[in-house]
C-alpha cells in the first residue's frame, strides 16, 4: 500500500510540473504574440523624401551632378590632360565607378513605404523592395553614363547590395536603359561594407576617370566611420577633387552622415531621437 501510495504521489507531482511547464509556455508565446512591433520614429525622413520625389531643385541637382561628370569626362581626352599621365595609365581602359543607391537608382518609394508604415530599416523589407525591380533611374544617370560607355569607358556599379539582392540590381538597371550591366560590372558587398578593395580591383585594369555617389565612403576610405568633425575636416581637406574626379549626388534621407550622428552605434529608435534633437545647432 505505501508502494501504491508513493507512486500516485509521484504521478501527481510529475504531472504538475508537466501542466505548469506548458501553461508557462502558452503563456510566454501568447506575450510574445502580443508584444507591439518596434515602432519607427520616421517623421523627421518626411522634408527629406519629397525634396526627392517632389522638388524641381532636386532634378536640378542630379542633371548639374551628371553635367559637371560629362564635362570633367571630356576633358580627360584633352592631350595636354593626358600628357601629365604617366604612359602606363595613358593605355589603360577609361572607367566611370559609380555607386548605385540614391546615384543612379532612386529608392525614395521604399523610404516611403518605411515612413507611411511607421517602420525601421530591415534587410528582409529592403531586399524586398531590391527584387521588386523597380527603382526608376536618378535624373541624368543613364544619359551620361551610355554616353561615356559610347566614349569607350567602362561603366562600375559598386554598391553595398548584398549577394542576395545582385540579380535583382542586374535586372532593375538593365530594364532602365543602364550600359555596360553584367555580372562582371556589377560589384556587390561581399565581406566587408568597405569599397576600397573593389575600387582597388577596378584600377588594376583601367584608370578610374571619375567616382561618383552619394555618401562619402563611395569616393576614398579615409572618410571611412568617422565622426562628424573630422568628416568635415577630411572634406575640407580633399577640396580640390569634388566637381574633378568626385562628383557628389543629393541624399539627405539616409548615409554615413546620419550614422555618424549616432557615432555608429546600434541605438533604439528613443535613442536614435535624441541623439538627432541633440545634434542640432541653434542661436
Not at 74 to 97: G, P, S, T
Not at 167 to 192: C, M
Not at 208 to 230: A, P, Q, W, Y
Request: charged share 25%; with cysteine.
Amino acid at each position: 500500500m505505501k508502494i501504491k501510495n508513493c507512486l500516485l504521489t509521484f504521478s501527481l507531482i510529475v504531472s504538475s510540473i508537466i501542466t505548469t511547464y506548458y501553461a508557462t509556455i502558452s503563456t510566454a508565446q501568447q506575450g510574445a504574440a502580443q508584444q507591439p512591433a518596434v515602432v519607427a520614429d520616421n517623421e523627421y525622413q518626411v522634408g527629406a523624401v519629397l525634396f526627392m520625389q517632389k522638388a524641381a531643385e532636386f532634378r536640378a541637382l542630379a542633371y548639374q551632378a551628371f553635367n559637371i561628370a560629362r564635362m570633367r569626362f571630356d576633358a580627360d581626352f584633352d592631350k595636354r590632360n593626358l600628357k601629365k599621365l604617366a604612359k602606363a595609365e595613358r593605355q589603360m581602359i577609361r572607367a566611370v565607378v559609380v555607386d548605385i543607391d540614391e546615384t543612379v537608382l532612386d529608392n525614395s518609394p521604399h523610404q516611403a513605404e518605411l515612413i507611411k508604415n511607421r517602420m525601421p530599416f530591415t534587410g528582409s523589407i529592403w531586399t524586398a523592395w531590391v527584387n521588386r525591380r523597380e527603382a526608376k533611374p536618378i535624373p541624368g544617370a543613364v544619359e551620361f553614363l551610355k554616353y561615356a560607355n559610347s566614349k569607350g569607358a567602362r561603366v562600375f556599379y559598386v554598391s553595398n547590395r548584398n549577394e542576395a539582392e545582385k540579380q535583382g540590381t542586374i535586372d532593375n538597371l538593365k530594364a532602365v536603359g543602364f550600359p555596360d550591366v553584367s555580372d562582371e560590372t556589377v560589384l556587390v558587398r561581399t565581406t566587408e561594407s568597405g569599397k576600397e578593395a573593389r575600387r582597388q580591383s577596378i584600377a588594376a585594369k583601367h584608370r578610374i576617370v571619375l567616382l561618383m555617389g552619394d555618401n562619402l565612403n563611395d569616393f576614398s576610405n579615409v572618410f571611412e566611420r568617422k565622426s562628424v568633425g573630422d568628416r568635415f575636416a577630411e572634406v575640407d581637406r580633399t577640396r580640390e577633387l569634388f566637381g574633378e574626379k568626385y562628383i557628389v549626388l543629393p541624399n539627405a534621407m539616409y548615409g554615413d552622415w546620419e550614422s555618424a550622428i549616432y557615432e555608429y552605434g546600434r541605438l533604439s529608435e528613443v535613442e536614435k531621437t535624441a541623439k538627432r534633437n541633440a545634434a542640432l545647432e541653434s542661436y
